[in-house]
């Protein structure tokens, strides 16, 4: 009887440590960021602390626009990112002299977009409206204190490697998708959904030896899990896959004398079920 009663009681403090490790898992905090092809509205990111942050961008308006999240090198001032973005051309460039990318989508056919990644403290942020000449429309800044969130488990993770794509041939289609460039350059990650009775194998093919697919091979616009980010970066991406072959591509170039990243290898289709 005494056994049971210890066993009992043992039990229950388990539960009891198991429950409080689950409420000690803070979620990520939000930051909105509201967009129109006017102007930008950033709400939540007072008294940010460093740690995974869930950025959740929605796009009111007409045509399209991309961002780039740019965390800040030390030294570095938004007022020189402001006056030095329009005139950016070689994102390679920019990264090494201003800042890491660490987030970044286009929006149109797509009106919502978010993904979690882990802010630095005591860090600037900058976010950089890559289709109006590069104005700074938009930022936040993180306080000394790094928080206690934790990043969302992922139900697929996307290596972008140099040049390739390191995922599984078949991947879920709702949960978070993890998207880490273990490179070491910058790449982006573009989503197109493929029609039916496409032949992949010859769209690979072709996209290494630096021909553009046509039109037909698509079922519908391109998405952007990532438009372009640093190495070392880690998106949480909250999206929806549509069922069916989706290719995965990459056409950033290393300069602009070298060759799109798809001629390297850097494509690869997968089924979304």
């Known amino acids: ?44 990111a007072d008294a940010l602390k460093g740690g995974p942050t869930r950025l959740a961008f929605d796009f009111a308006g007409r045509g ?15 007022d020189q990112v402001v006056k030095a973005a329009p005139r950016i051309k070689d994102p390679a460039a920019a990264e090494k002299r201003y800042g890491r990318f660490v987030a970044s989508t286009f929006l149109g056919n797509a009106r919502k977009y978010a993904t979690t990644i882990t802010l630095k403290p005591a860090t600037e942020y900058v976010i950089i409206d890559i289709t109006r000449r590069g104005a700074v429309r938009g930022g936040f800044t993180t306080g000394q204190e790094a928080g206690t969130a934790v990043a969302p488990a992922p139900s697929v993770t996307v290596g972008l490697e140099d040049y390739g794509f390191d995922v599984p041939s078949t991947v879920p289609r ?17 989503s197109f959904p493929l029609r ?56 950033l170039q290393d300069s602009p004398k070298k060759p799109p990243h798809a001629a390297l290898g850097m494509a690869k289709v997968v089924t979304v079920e």
Not at 65 to 78: A, C, D, I, K, N
Request: charged share 25%; with cysteine; proline share 8%.
């Open 64 to 78: 399209e626009v991309g961002f780039v999240v740019m965390e800040l090198r030390p030294g570095v001032t938004r």
């Open 174 to 190: 709702t949960g978070t998708m993890r998207v880490e460039n273990r490179g070491r350059v910058l790449h982006h990650m573009l």
């Open 196 to 251: 039916k009775g496409v032949n992949d194998k010859k769209l690979l093919r072709d996209l290494k030896a630096g021909k553009e697919p046509p039109r037909t091979a698509f079922a519908g616009p391109p998405s952007a899990p990532v438009e372009v980010v640093s190495p070392g970066t880690v998106n949480d991406v909250e999206t929806l896959r549509r069922r069916g072959k989706v290719l995965f591509v990459c056409f």
């Open 1 to 44: 009887m005494r056994k049971q009663a210890l066993a009992g009681a043992l039990a229950l403090a388990l539960t009891a440590a198991g429950a409080a490790g689950v409420v000690a898992q803070e979620t990520p905090p939000t930051v909105d960021i509201d967009v129109t092809p006017k102007k930008m509205v950033v709400s939540g």
